[in-house]
């Protein structure tokens, strides 16, 4: 088995390799805006660290979010088109369980939360690392304070919105490293992982105006 895993549903631009048994190469880099510049050099780089060829990849894995539209639909093209090419199956994970299952909690309940921008936050409960007890949903922090209320949380959203989310912990944002080794435990016990379509969870920014008017030849 080598999995190559990626997500672009955060600010960072994450690539890792598992070979089945451990991450053998990592690459991550927080910019929210150079997604589709940052991918490809990072799956270079990952591949050159791990001293081997894409054609040697088994399978791919794509974080499928939440995620805001544009820098998510990066990384799930990304993962498609290299399907596409090798012939090998592309997973999902949601980029949500990724980051629980690299948080530092012993025990929960606990709460992963994402920024969602618009004073908002992508976010879901958790039993432990591996469980995730509620779906994931996008509110404005003020609005779910009461459901999350006395829960440890992980991630830029927690982070971001302290009076809901009082007790914070790293890592801010996913790592592929942490997906890959999820997925590969996963498919290693016979788990089927989702399809690897997108979670936006609402339309995006970019909309056509209700006043368009469209002009036809005459």
Same mark, same amino acid.
């Given at each position: 088995m080598l999995l190559l895993a990626l997500d672009t549903a955060t600010p960072a631009v994450t690539v890792a390799l598992h070979d089945g048994a451990a991450v053998?190469?990592?690459?991550? *880099? $927080?910019?929210? +805006? !150079?997604?589709?510049?940052?991918?490809?050099?990072?799956?270079?780089?990952?591949?050159?660290?791990?001293? =081997?060829?894409?054609?040697?990849?088994?399978?791919? =894995? /794509?974080?499928?979010?939440?995620?805001? &539209? /544009?820098?998510l639909r990066v990384g799930l093209m990304t993962a498609d088109t290299f399907g596409l090419a090798l012939g090998v199956p592309v997973h999902g994970l949601c980029t949500l369980d990724g980051l629980a299952y690299a948080a530092d909690?012993?025990?929960?309940?606990?709460?992963?939360? /994402?920024?969602? +921008? !618009?004073?908002? #936050? @992508?976010?879901?409960? &958790?039993?432990?690392? +591996? /469980? +995730? !007890?509620?779906?994931?949903? #996008?509110? !404005?922090?003020a609005d779910i304070?009461? *459901? =999350?209320?006395?829960?440890?949380? $992980?991630? %830029?959203?927690?982070?971001? @919105?302290?009076?809901?989310?009082?007790? %914070?912990?790293?890592?801010?944002? #996913?790592? %592929?490293?942490?997906?890959?080794?999820?997925a590969a435990e996963k498919l290693a016990a016979g788990e089927e992982l989702p399809e690897p379509r997108p979670l936006y969870l609402r339309r995006p920014d970019a909309q056509v105006p209700k006043n368009y008017k469209v002009v036809t030849p005459k």
């Open positions: 053998i190469a990592s690459s991550s *880099q $927080v910019d929210a +805006r !150079r997604h589709g510049e940052l991918l490809l050099p990072a799956v270079d780089r990952v591949l050159a660290e791990a001293g =081997v060829k894409l054609d040697a990849v088994t399978g791919i =894995v /794509t974080g499928i979010g939440p995620g805001p &539209y /544009t820098g909690i012993e025990k929960g309940p606990f709460v992963v939360a /994402t920024d969602a +921008r !618009r004073k908002e #936050v @992508y976010w879901a409960v &958790y039993e432990d690392s +591996r /469980t +995730r !007890r509620t779906d994931p949903a #996008v509110d !404005r922090p304070a009461e *459901q =999350v209320a006395g829960l440890p949380a $992980v991630g %830029a959203g927690a982070l971001l @919105y302290p009076d809901t989310f009082p007790v %914070a912990h790293e890592p801010e944002h #996913v790592s %592929a490293a942490a997906l890959a080794s999820l």
